[in-house]
């Protein structure tokens, strides 16, 4: 652990991930108050805004292609310089379409960011480190969001939406623009192909990372969209929930990567799911506001525990399949991401409920999958061993 704290690569992971963090912290935390208090956009409006953020994901395969031109390194810092961006110019595009724009713009930095950054973990840092890494950079990132809370926490009350947006967007520009000027990279890593790969033998990958980007989506779009509607969740509450939630994550974090160590992905997984059942079927039936918070904690807690799917691939995956990999595992997560929105948003209209019914569904199912880890982990030592005699 202490050689890889002491990697190059960690410090700009680090520094990036908290830059990235912010400033989607800045975004989510805004976002559904200025959507509804400043522009007047209704369930369906922000149904189709979150399917469009998804966009960016369901490209992320492009990453791939970009790298042949930009080293992933600075793709990577330049992505969270776009992201920067599109935060800093969502307050000046207030309508339906403006925020379509600058949410597009925002989501194509937040993306390729994070494709870059699985990436980057996978290759850099070996299968009995990567869990321990993955952990302490969203311990990282959720101490930076509870930073941004406070400062969101004092600006609210004196600068208006557009200043918030504006001024915090383009720090995290600047963050963006430094990275790009690092170098963290080493010259003993196995060479990533420049191409996509898609391989039979990863299909339970694929399968996961698909369910858990159409389970997320429920919780993104909607969850906190819940307490604005119904629960009247003001910015300063939301803020206050976010920094609570943060707080907790920041112990939580690196405990999570140490199970994952400890216990293996099959373990780890499975209590995320059978967890969510339950917590989606209350969404759908609470009615206290102190105990629909509770709820969207808890929510997040099990959410970290998705990076068990990819230090699993780690385990299954080829070394030189992890960059075009991610990317594709990036898209497949994002191809359900697209739709639910814009489903979930119209069946929002008929009956609330039912987007989180949905989730519970979806948790069902990927329980029954996890099962099977263990079996495909095994398979994928004896191919390794095979190859190497």
Same mark, same amino acid.
């Given at each position: ?17 908290i830059?990235? #963090? ?44 970009? #790298? ?11 992505s969270?310089?776009i ?19 600058? #949410? ?5 930095g ?23 890494v ?15 809370g406070f ?36 010259l ?10 898609f ?7 694929y ?67 059978l ?45 030189d399949?992890?960059?075009?990999t ?64």
């Open positions: 652990m202490q050689k890889a704290r002491q990697d190059r690569m960690f410090l700009f992971l680090a520094v990036m991930s830059a990235s #963090t912010m400033g989607f912290q800045v975004w989510r935390t805004l976002f559904n108050n200025f959507a509804v208090e400043v522009v007047g956009l209704e369930g369906n409006h922000i149904g189709i805004i979150q399917s469009i953020r998804e966009i960016p994901g369901f490209l992320a395969l492009l990453v791939v292609f970009v #790298t042949l031109v930009i080293k992933e390194h600075r793709l990577s810092a330049l969270v310089a992201l920067g961006l599109g935060i800093s110019l969502t307050g000046v595009f207030p309508s339906f379409t403006g925020l379509i724009f600058t #949410t597009l713009l925002m989501s194509f937040f993306h390729y960011f994070e494709t870059t950054n699985q990436s980057l973990t996978l290759q850099y840092f070996d299968r009995h480190t990567s869990p321990w993955m952990g302490k950079l969203r311990s990282y990132s959720s101490a930076s969001a509870i930073i941004i400062i969101l926490l004092g600006a609210s009350s004196i600068l208006s939406y557009e200043l918030m947006f504006g001024i915090l967007g383009g720090l995290i520009v600047l963050a963006g623009i430094w990275g790009m000027f690092l170098n963290p990279t080493r003993d890593l196995v060479p990533q192909q420049k191409k996509m790969i391989r039979k033998r990863y299909s339970l990958y399968f996961l990372t698909f369910m858990a980007g159409a389970r997320r989506q429920i919780f993104m779009a909607f969850a906190v969209f819940l307490l604005v509607e119904k629960f009247h969740f003001s910015v300063k509450e939301i803020t206050i929930l976010f920094m609570l939630n943060n707080a907790i994550n920041y112990f939580l974090s690196p405990l999570i990567g140490k199970a994952i160590i400890r216990f293996g992905e099959q373990k780890v997984l499975s209590t995320e799911y967890s969510l059942i339950f917590i989606f079927i209350a969404y759908a039936t609470v009615e206290s506001k102190s105990l629909m918070a509770a709820l969207y904690i808890l929510d997040h807690i099990f959410f970290n525990f998705s990076m068990a799917i990819r230090t699993y691939f780690q385990k299954v995956g080829d070394a399949h992890m960059a075009p991610m990317a594709m595992g990036f898209t497949i997560n994002h191809i359900a991401a697209v739709a639910i929105p814009v489903l979930g948003g119209l069946a929002w209209i008929i009956d609330y409920r039912i987007p989180f019914i949905a989730g519970a569904v979806m948790s069902l199912v990927s329980l029954i999958a996890v099962q099977y880890i263990s079996k495909s982990i095994l398979k994928a030592e004896i191919r390794h061993n095979a190859l190497s005699i």
